[in-house]
């Protein structure tokens, strides 16, 4: 009796191991069809694979797709956008018109390569469920995983629980906005492992990094559905910001009082610095600009950094200019023995570029504009 | 293999070794849990060395849960089948997914194999591969899409155009196709023309400094983000400095050519640059080696609004206003100079209750309490609203203020006001009897001229303390409820019935009591003259100089 159980063992392990081996033959198969160099192809795992596989078919349909809906052309028009019809609009952006091929000095790849070089980021496809469908190869150098390793995955694995509820805003497609362009701009934190040093490259040291993405959503559902976001990705801040004679720099409390800014302030705007310590940067902009500046605010404090878009800044004496400020939050800096006498609370520090000139100059919309100043 | 994996984690914490050095948990679980797969000897963990990423195995499936410390934790010691229950979990769950993608797979009603979906998928991608496209190049790059199709992508995505600008001439070099997308210019017309030809006269400037050759700006101001401190930029002057690929950012409005002949100008978005030599120069370029030029990305600005006519779409018969907490105009748009007549800085400073009709003053003093405790947008009712030339226009508003996001602290009162109706006639007592039979809150009450409360200067005075009483009110509640709340409960999310029972400990106590009561919930129910009484009561308490411009800046509270 034993025996017979012996051999039905054997017999059944055999056949679990044929199994196996026709499956992963079938694997090889698979992978051997993915648009990867046979070096990776070769140390893909299962899951990798299948992951992939999925991209590429999603990719295929969301690229093929493309030119075919109609949705996309109508909303080219009704953005007031460049082209009448949604022909003209297809051709050029296929670029496949006789002007592209006499001035062909740049390989595609060349100029993708350059744009998202100069861009420093990345390129991040994301379907409605939250998958990557599709990360640019650079990926790696800004977050320390390759490509083949990220792609497929779902963002959510990736991004700290506290901005799920901000990803899944942004990904939700409302009707109305698949006639209007269906622009993106958010910030979230994404797991990244550090690559410098050629070291280690562990998940579990992965650090937060602040990732600013913006893009735009696309609706396609035929072929397939493939709706989803395209996003360029770029992690903030750098740790040198080039200024120029239009930014000026500024140093607040984290309830954005003035603790500090630069002379160009004065020169920009009006204010002298002793003016503005201790005062709110919210008496010192338009008032339909707080939403803008509150959401600015708020992300600063949970995500450490932040982009604020467009908003208007009074400026002394009447009038006011349009100014985008990338903030981040400072850690603190404690005294030590070099410098015994710094001490440095939380901070935010802000580079704030001014956008236009002085509009409304003889406008004094707020108190803080009059020559008295408001003493409270 | 395993074995030295869990002996070097084993028991200890991962956290507090350096990261290069240890073999994570999580990793542990993964790499005994990993399958014999393609290539068992590459079944490394994530922490091993990384310069050959391309080798790692993407093996984050088993590490990308999501899951917690504590349960990576127990994995270690974790049964075997509950680590290979999750990975088969796992890749059902992709397997599912796999076949949703494949055509064929669809209309089979009953779920397939993990063999047959797999062997449908190599189907499928070799039938797409079969179809005339980029797709079906054999020699891929390693950007997995055909690079025609990612270079679409990326300026589909990011909405921009790449150009690159000499740097002495600012003459267009190379600009990418999407340009005609974004600026509505095809390429030969931009390509070789100036840069400036198409930028905002005013941010001629801007462009030119970020183009100029070092030397013009010696000292370039660099700001570690990382300490907020200004870095003295000691860098050597001249075109071997552009090498370092200086990253800059700057915003410019560029031209918009639009298919009519007004060509107009739209606000547009950074580029971001790199400097950069190019070997290559122009072969008109005496000096070709170093002819350099700004290499660049423009973007339209995601927050552009365009063509300011005016702002936001709003109706013209809408401004906004900001009081301080004591309802002092601090913030005045200018539509309201057409609507009201006053120029912003004729209101700026004052209270809004000089300008509010006697009749109102109740209704608006309940919503002004509210709305200082309150994260709700409060409406008003309509109210008269005094003009200028002294009519009187019917306004409706909607108040709320606004909380310092990090202090929770209300900085200010945001009103969107809207205007309901246009009184054309001057004002005279007539008028304001007339204005009192119209008024919609108010029916049953005729008016009474009071003394001192009348349109005389003097009771502008009265009238402002209101807007300064309720701010103190709410001060002292605060102080007093400090100490007993918490940092994340906001004074405001107490009940409002508790407020108007709250003694003020600050001088004045009978006045202000009287004050709470007049102007707590009940005060509709009082006539006008009652309230009017009410004020002159309390001012007599807290005002010593009657008649004269007090600041009552002065007075309890400060910011």
Redesign the interface.
Known sequence: MTANKEKKRVISRDAARR?RR???E??????R?????Q??Q???????V??L????????AL??GKTGTKAEASHAVKCG????SGEE?RE????RDD??K??D?????E??N???????GF?M?LSIEGDMI?L??NV?IHMG???????G?NI???THPCDHEEIRNNLRLTGEEVWCGA?R?FVVRIKSAP?HR????????ATWKVLHC???AKVCVAP?SVSCL???CQPL??????????TF?S?HS???RFTYC?QRMTLLLGYSTEELLGR?I??LC???D?N?L?KN??NL?LKSQSVS??YRMLVRGGGYV?V?SHS?V??S?RPSKSRPGAH?PL?I?C?T?V???V??PS??????Q?VHR??? | MSDRNTAAGGGDTARGEPAEDVLVEENQSGSVSLPSLMTPSSAPCMSLSMEMPRKRKGSLDNQSDGEDQSVKMKCFREPHSQIEKRRRDKMNTLIDKLSAMIPTCNPMSRKLDKLTVLRMAVQHLRSLKGSASSFSEANYKPSFLPDEELKHLVLKAADGFLFVVGCDRGKIVFVSESVTKILNYSRAELIGQSLFDYIHPKDMGKVKEQLSASELYPRERLIDAKTGLQVQADLPVGAARLCSGARRTFFCRMKYNKISIKVEEKEFQASTSKKKVDGDGEPDKQDSSYYSCLVAVGRIHPHSSPQVNGEVRVKPIEFITRYAMDGKFTFVDQRATTILGYLPQELLGTSCYEYFHQDDLPHLADRHRKVLRSKDKIETDCYKFKTKFGSFVTLQSQWFSFVNPWTKEVEYIVSTNTVISYYPSRTSRSELSSNSKNSEEDGNKSHQVIPGISTTPGAMIYAGSIGTQIANELLDFNRMNSSSSSGSISPFSLPQDKCPQTPNQISNNNSQLDLDSMVGPGLSSLSNDEAAMAVIMSLLETDTNLGEAVDFEEMHWSS
């Open positions: 199994r026709v499956e992963s079938v694997f090889v198969d698979l992978s069809l993915l648009p990867l160099q070096s990776v070769d140390h893909l795992d299962k899951p990798s299948i992951r596989t999925i991209s590429y078919i999603r990719m295929h690229l093929k956008q460049v082209m009448k609009w050029c952006d296929r670029g002007e592209g006499k001035t000095d740049v390989e595609p790849s100029e993708t350059m744009f998202l070089r100069t861009l420093e390129l496809v599709y640019s190869d790696g995983l390759t490509q083949t390793e990220l792609m995955h959510f694995e990736f622009k701009d690559t050629g070291r280690s490259c562990n998940l579990k040291s913006q893009g735009r397939a395209m996003l360029t801040p750098l740790s040198h910001t080039l200024l120029s004679t239009h720099t140093q984290m309830d954005m630069d709110s919210y008496d338009h008032t339909l707080t803008c509150t605010h708020l404090c878009g467009q349009w985008e981040a400072i850690p800096v440095q901070c520090l580079v570029y956008l236009s000139g509009e409304e406008m004094q919309l707020s108190l803080d009059t408001y003493v409270r």
